[in-house]
């Protein structure tokens, strides 16, 4: 009797002792923590929880873990690490703006790591070879960001940046046999510079305004652009359907204009030789879908007859009240001593 009490209290405490863990792992469901100490680090803190077999009364019982949260959490887990960690390989060459190999650039680079299992940064360095060749490997992760460094030069390029993750829609995929060319300038000279910082605003008007980018002047005639804006009247409204048709044209004094490529005035430190237009035009029809009362655009000029070359923002407004006030940014540099050397706006 003494024996069978004994059996039965210890399955008593054996009974409590399940459902006391069961309730509080229900209590504490396991969560991914990050430490704000080291915010670029982050590691999963789970609780697995585990079926338990108790016998009551000569039969076998099975208690079942009373969540799912692991198994989903593994499954997301496996999930972003067959996208996220993909082998890092690069294959790359410097050149500069000759088109010459440049030996000895220390390449810092970094590895961004988002696998589910960890959150994390990893950081290296390679330099380029008498080929100017250089190669990154030995990391896995989404993608693969560097700064070229070296002495006189300066990275013509906005960042570079490249995606090997599997969601991207078009990820970076290396090639040993064709290497990425990374672009460096070979910096000559800087030349004196003229600040480009001219604010103007204006009632609208049929005739044209002549720009003095070099004094921030408003001129009668000449200077180095002209500006010719037309509007229907009325009072513009970004709503349909009373927008308004309006267009403003840009004219270089003898010379041309160019709108480079997104970011490029900020390395560009040389003006083109060529490839420049006689004219820029924006017309802002009420039925487009890409209508505004504004523009803002980047551009290279080249006026008075070559004899000055300048990179610089534009920004332009019209007054949506017929009353009110047409409103002209420009903001940059100027060579006016008919140089095309943009060296002076390299960062240092």
Same mark, same amino acid.
């Given at each position: 009797?003494?024996?069978?009490?004994?059996?039965?209290?210890?399955? @008593?405490?054996?009974?409590?002792?399940?459902?006391?863990?069961?309730?509080?792992?229900?209590?504490?469901?396991?969560? %991914?923590?990050?430490?704000?100490?080291?915010?670029?680090?982050?590691?999963?803190?789970?609780?697995?929880?585990? @079926?338990?077999?108790?016998?009551? $009364?000569?039969?076998?019982?099975?208690?079942?873990?009373? =969540?799912?949260?692991?198994?989903?959490?593994?499954?997301?887990?496996?999930?972003?690490? &067959?996208? $996220?960690?993909?082998?890092?390989?690069?294959?790359?060459?410097?050149?500069?703006?000759? /088109?010459?190999?440049? +030996?000895?650039?220390?390449?810092?680079?970094?590895?961004?790591?988002?696998?589910?299992?960890?959150?994390?940064?990893?950081?290296?360095?390679?330099?380029?070879?008498?080929?100017? %060749?250089? =190669?990154?490997?030995?990391?896995?992760?989404? #993608?693969? /960001?560097?700064? *070229? !460094?070296?002495?006189?030069?300066?990275?013509?390029?906005?960042?570079?940046?490249?995606?090997?993750?599997?969601?991207?829609?078009? *990820?970076?995929?290396? #090639?040993?046999?064709?290497?990425?060319?990374?672009?460096?300038?070979?910096?000559? @000279?800087?030349?004196?510079?003229?600040?480009?910082?001219?604010?103007?605003?204006?009632?609208?008007?049929?005739?044209?305004?002549?720009?003095?980018?070099?004094?921030?002047?408003?001129?009668?005639?000449?200077?180095?652009? !002209? +500006?010719?804006?037309?509007?229907?009247? /009325?009072?513009?409204?970004?709503?349909? *359907?009373?927008?308004?048709?309006? &267009?403003?044209?840009?004219?270089?004094?003898?010379?041309?204009?160019?709108?480079?490529?997104?970011?490029?005035?900020?390395?560009?430190?040389?003006?083109?030789?060529?490839?420049?237009?006689?004219?820029?035009?924006?017309?802002? $029809?009420? #039925?487009?879908?890409?209508?505004?009362?504004?523009?803002?655009?980047?551009?290279?000029? !080249?006026?008075?007859?070559?004899?000055?070359?300048?990179?610089?923002?534009?920004?332009?407004?019209?007054?949506?009240?017929?009353?009110?006030?047409? &409103?002209?940014?420009?903001?940059?540099?100027?060579?006016?001593?008919?140089?095309?050397?943009?060296? %002076?706006?390299?960062?240092?």
């Amino acid at each position: 009797m003494n024996i069978c009490r004994s059996i039965i209290l210890f399955i @008593g405490i054996a009974l409590v002792l399940i459902a006391v863990v069961v309730w509080h792992g229900n209590q504490r469901a396991p969560e %991914a923590r990050f430490s704000s100490a080291h915010p670029t680090t982050a590691t999963p803190v789970l609780s697995k929880p585990v @079926g338990m077999v108790v016998h009551t $009364n000569g039969v076998e019982q099975t208690i079942a873990p009373t =969540t799912t949260l692991l198994s989903k959490v593994e499954g997301k887990v496996g999930i972003l690490s &067959s996208y $996220n960690d993909v082998p890092i390989y690069f294959y790359g060459i410097v050149e500069d703006q000759f /088109g010459g190999v440049v +030996a000895g650039v220390k390449i810092a680079f970094s590895v961004r790591v988002i696998n589910g299992q960890e959150s994390t940064v990893k950081r290296g360095e390679v330099v380029s070879d008498n080929n100017g %060749a250089f =190669t990154i490997t030995g990391f896995r992760g989404q #993608d693969l /960001g560097f700064m *070229p !460094k070296k002495a006189g030069y300066v990275l013509a390029a906005s960042g570079e940046l490249f995606k090997y993750s599997h969601m991207e829609e078009h *990820p970076y995929v290396p #090639d040993p046999n064709n290497p990425t060319v990374i672009k460096m300038w070979k910096l000559q @000279g800087a030349e004196p510079l003229v600040n480009i910082d001219l604010h103007y605003k204006h009632s609208f008007t049929n005739e044209p305004f002549f720009f003095d980018l070099v004094s921030g002047r408003v001129v009668p005639v000449g200077g180095d652009l !002209k +500006a010719i804006i037309t509007r229907a009247p /009325g009072f513009i409204t970004q709503r349909k *359907p009373d927008r308004l048709d309006w &267009s403003i044209e840009l004219v270089p004094i003898d010379g041309g204009v160019m709108v480079p490529e997104y970011n490029a005035a900020h390395y560009t430190f040389e003006a083109p030789a060529n490839g420049y237009q006689d004219s820029f035009q924006a017309h802002m $029809n009420h #039925d487009d879908a890409s209508w505004f009362d504004n523009i803002g655009e980047s551009f290279f000029l !080249k006026s008075r007859n070559g004899g000055v070359y300048s990179k610089f923002s534009f920004y332009f407004e019209i007054n949506d009240d017929p009353n009110g006030l047409m &409103s002209f940014q420009f903001k940059g540099v100027a060579n006016t001593n008919g140089s095309r050397n943009w060296e %002076a706006t390299a960062p240092k």
